[in-house]
């Protein structure tokens, strides 16, 4: 039987030029990097300049994606962004990039599921082109997530970071096997009676102000890794896959701890891990596709291999999505 699938064609990921270590927040707030290091595993995050937007992170990683996947404006007919730090109340951030980008052809929209975003994005691209609505799109993840930190919170200020990644993604015909390149599976998950654990305390509709970022650590750490366990086991049941088929695990990089307690509860080697946490922080949606583009670039993703991309973040929101390369 032949079905389509979403087959993933080029990567590409942009960190801005500043970098945040430990030592350069220990300056301003009460923290230390050896505090920060074994709570999280954070070492540096790197922070956009004045005037520079999520819109500028996106399409720089965009851009890189195209030229990667060998394809040019006139490619695209689709481009999602994951963002929740949009560069303006409306029109859509995707919007924006599509433009600089020039794509002319197609549609663009925003998607917000906070640092779930990129694996909704792409799960949604994903039915978009089955249902033959797209034929190739770009699949985004960008943040500025410094923008919406309190500077005198310590135990939120050192988390997050700013970065942008993404993917170029296109209509392939498989056979409808496990063995066919493209987007195999994918589960997505929310809760909103979690909101107050992790959110932003502002909006249009409320403060009429962009606000500040605000967690409850230990509960989200408690919820995190049951709910990252409960996406992953429903990939392996639509899959038939268990832990040992996944050639590499690319998990949402918040925290190192939520990390390595995910992997060893599902039985996934710990040298299957993709980690990247400690080079910028948590980038929310955009840090899944910086780690994927790390690991594409440097060869260890390679055509053929089990990739199982997961994440959580506010709202609650979490999900994974599986593809083979």
Known sequence: M???????????????????????????????????????????????????????LAAEAARRAMAAAGVTADDIDLVVLATATP?????????????????????????????????????????QIRAGMARRALVIGAETFTRILDWNDRTTCVLFGDGAGAIVVEAAEGEG???????????????GRHKAKLYVDGGPSTTQTAGHLRMEGREVFKHAVGMI??????????????????????PHQANKRIIDASAKKLGIDAEKVILTVDHHGNTS?????????????????????????????????????????
């Open 229 to 250: 366990a409960d996406v992953i086991e429903a990939a392996f049941a639509a899959t038939g896959m268990t832990a040992a088929d996944i050639d590499w695990f690319v």
């Open 2 to 56: 032949t079905v389509v699938r979403t087959v993933v064609r080029g990567t590409g990921s942009y960190l801005p030029a500043e970098t945040l270590t430990n030592d350069d927040l220990a300056k301003f707030v009460d923290t230390t990097d050896e505090w920060i290091v074994e709570r999280t595993g954070i070492k540096e995050r790197h922070r956009a300049a004045p005037g520079e937007y999520t819109s500028d």
């Open 87 to 127: 560069d303006n109340t409306f029109p859509a951030t995707a919007v924006e990039v599509q433009a600089r980008l020039g794509i002319t052809r197609g549609f663009a929209y925003d998607i917000q599921a906070v640092c779930s975003g990129f694996v909704y994005a792409l799960a949604t691209v994903d039915a």
């Open 177 to 191: 096997t496990m063995a066919d390149r493209g987007v195999l599976a994918s589960c997505l998950r929310s809760d």
């Open 285 to 325: 949606a955009a840090s899944i596709p910086l780690a994927l583009d790390a690991a594409v670039r440097d060869g260890r993703v390679k055509p053929g291999d089990v990739v199982l991309l997961e994440a959580m973040g506010g709202g609650f929101t979490w999900g994974s999505v599986m593809i083979r390369w």
